[in-house]
């Protein structure tokens, strides 16, 4: 079964702190990984997308890495600021004709200032 | 470019009653998805059309819902006889084949079963 694992499901840190937000996927046949952010009540916004040829995409304080052979992703913030609170989801489409994205559950940030 | 919309953003109903929700894709976008999120989860893909033809389904989608794209642009989903369990987060994407297939997603329709 494809499954999105996202690893921790909260956490809190305090401003300034640079953090890792952690992704697993179980079958490494995949086309791309995107990431997502999404606020309470709200729809997705897409962070970035990672191409299954990509080893890392940046944007800004956001940096995502894919490492296919051990099935990973990892999401990197620096210096995380109050505005960057929210659910961080982690998406992706399995290869081939296989248009739709798998999620995980998310991890649920907190910056506290 | 004004993105993805979802009309309406919130439904309540009352059980057994029939809702359709509306999707309005971003104008040049090929490919249309719904995907259902309740609290606590990631949303699960439910279907997706490639310009007018809906191309896969979710097992998820039971035969009380129904999906449309007529034209290749706006879509609507109809859920019938709701059930308290159809209570959910209902999303819309889309994405344009030339663009890497990103997938930008709407507001979404909050329903709420009673």
């Known amino acids: 079964k494809q499954e999105v694992t996202q690893i921790p499901a909260a956490l809190s840190v305090p401003e300034g702190e640079n953090l890792v937000l952690n992704c697993s996927f179980t079958?490494?046949?995949?086309?791309?990984l995107q990431w997502f952010r999404q606020d309470p009540g709200k729809g997705l916004t897409s962070l970035l997308l990672?191409?299954?040829?990509?080893r890392e995409q940046t944007s800004g304080r956001l940096n995502a890495s894919l490492d296919k052979s051990s099935g990973r992703s990892t999401l990197y913030i620096a210096a995380s600021q109050p505005g960057d609170s929210a659910t961080y989801l982690c998406a992706v489409r399995y290869g081939g004709s296989n248009y739709k994205l798998t999620f995980g559950k998310g991890t649920l940030l907190t910056v506290n200032p | 470019d004004t993105g993805v919309s979802q009309d309406p953003r919130h439904k309540i109903t009352k059980r057994g009653q029939n809702v359709t929700f509306r999707c309005d894709p971003i104008s040049e976008h090929n490919r249309l998805y719904w995907y259902r999120q309740t609290l606590g989860q990631g949303p699960e893909f439910l279907t997706y059309?490639?310009?007018?033809?809906?191309?896969?389904k979710s097992r998820l989608l039971s035969d009380r819902f129904s999906a449309e794209r007529p034209k290749g642009s706006f879509s609507t989903l109809e859920i019938q006889r709701t059930e308290q369990g159809d209570s959910a987060m209902y999303l819309c994407?889309?994405?344009?084949?030339?663009?890497?297939?990103?997938?930008?997603f709407g507001p979404g329709t909050r329903l709420t079963v009673l």
């Open positions: 990672i191409q299954s040829s990509q």
């Open positions: 994407a889309s994405s344009f084949t030339a663009n890497q297939d990103t997938q930008y």
């Open positions: 079958d490494s046949a995949i086309y791309n």
């Open positions: 059309f490639q310009n007018e033809a809906q191309l896969e």
